[in-house]
């Protein structure tokens, strides 16, 4: 069992920044690929970006790519998600998941934190 903390959410202005993190506890941390997704109100979860166990491989949702950067601190049982230049249509619930399967495996995710609510204002 792996239970995931996400904090740092807010409201925050257009092209602003934010950092959220993760932090896991229970099972071995650098045993899970991290991903983080978003809602918003009335649309579907999205996949914003994904690490590998070691960090050495990153994916990133085009709607985001070269804005938000991932990474994780296996020491520390956490990863992180920084949010650069944030627009309105980035607000969302943001939730973290582990997954124990492929890193090929791009949706599929064992544990999900709570989430944390991030609101851009335009």
């Known amino acids: 069992q792996v239970q995931l903390v996400e904090s740092g959410g807010g409201l925050v202005q257009a092209g602003g920044s934010l950092r959220l993190s993760c932090a896991a506890s229970g099972r071995t941390f650098s045993g899970y690929h991290m991903g983080w997704f978003r809602q918003a109100p009335g649309k579907e979860r999205e996949l914003v970006g994904r690490?590998?166990?070691?960090?050495?491989?990153?994916y990133y949702a085009d709607s985001v790519k070269g804005r938000f950067t991932i990474s994780r601190d296996n020491a520390k049982n956490t990863v992180y998600l920084q949010m650069n230049s944030l627009k309105p249509e980035d607000t969302a619930v943001y939730y973290c998941a582990a997954g124990s399967g492929a890193w090929a495996a791009k949706y599929e995710y064992d544990y999900w934190g709570q989430g944390t609510q991030v609101t851009v204002s335009s």
């Open positions: 690490i590998s166990r070691s960090g050495g491989n990153t």
